[in-house]
């Protein structure tokens, strides 16, 4: 089982319209959740990154949550844009020996549409 | 500049092929990783540098072979790879990358690599 699992795994809205991702993990004990969003055959790119201490934070139209009590992140964005069709994914950072290790869940695909 | 530049973009090589990958920073991060994408997949960490020196290998079978030259620079030497090999290189770099903390992650467009 995926310590980190996104919901849902793909989904098609028309543009102007928001819509909210999930992402729910077990990861545990974890330093920080980030959520990135990546266009087909390019690298992701950092949307967010929040503590376990912070419960919200916005970048733009993206605005992302975290319940750490309940392990579970939302990723809403408002007002889409033909340009926010790409795959969104959660990814939880924890200590490990060696050093810190970032587990990726398998992304949910969003395509916005006229 | 928030760039890490990753080239080639491209790479076709055969099963006997020896080549390499290369990335570079000038953000000043001390922290930089290769990862491997298949299709629709999420990345797949491969290594980490810290500090120039190798702090993590993900069990990478040795037919891939990381160099960090310097603290800007990181290579994958390919050698005998399979052709499941083939995907989505990325690299990425980071300030700092410690037990409890890995920085931003900034990736690469990364290099896509067939083997046939």
């Known amino acids: 089982k995926n310590q980190v699992e996104q919901s849902p795994q793909s989904l098609i809205i028309l543009e102007g319209k928001n819509c909210t991702l999930q992402c729910n993990y077990t990861v545990s004990p974890f330093s920080n959740l980030r959520w990135y969003k990546q266009d087909t055959g390019r690298g992701p790119v950092s949307l967010t990154i929040m503590t376990f201490s912070e419960n919200t934070k916005s970048n733009g139209r993206y605005t992302a949550t975290l319940d750490a009590d309940t392990k579970q992140s939302s990723l809403h964005i408002t007002a889409s844009q033909l340009s926010d069709s790409a795959s969104y994914i959660c990814?939880?950072?924890?200590?490990?020996?060696?050093?810190?290790?970032?587990?990726f869940g398998t992304g949910t695909q969003l395509k916005v549409e006229l | 500049d928030t760039e890490v530049t990753q080239t080639p973009k491209h790479l076709v090589m055969g099963m006997t092929n020896k080549k390499s990958l290369k990335c570079e920073q000038h953000?000043?991060?001390?922290?930089m990783y290769w990862y491997k994408q298949k299709a629709k997949k999420p990345p797949e960490l491969m290594f980490v540098y810290s500090y120039e020196k190798l702090s993590i290998n993900e069990s990478v079978p040795s037919r891939f072979s990381p160099e960090c030259p310097n603290s800007s620079l990181l290579n994958l030497h390919l050698h005998a790879l399979q052709p499941e090999d083939s995907a989505l290189y990325l690299c990425?770099?980071?300030?700092?990358?410690?037990?409890?903390?890995?920085?931003?992650?900034?990736f690469g467009e990364g290099s896509r690599l067939t083997v046939l």
């Open positions: 990814v939880v950072s924890a200590p490990r020996g060696g050093g810190n290790k970032l587990t």
């Open positions: 953000m000043g991060h001390r922290a």
């Open positions: 990425a770099s980071s300030q700092v990358h410690t037990e409890f903390n890995t920085g931003e992650l900034f």
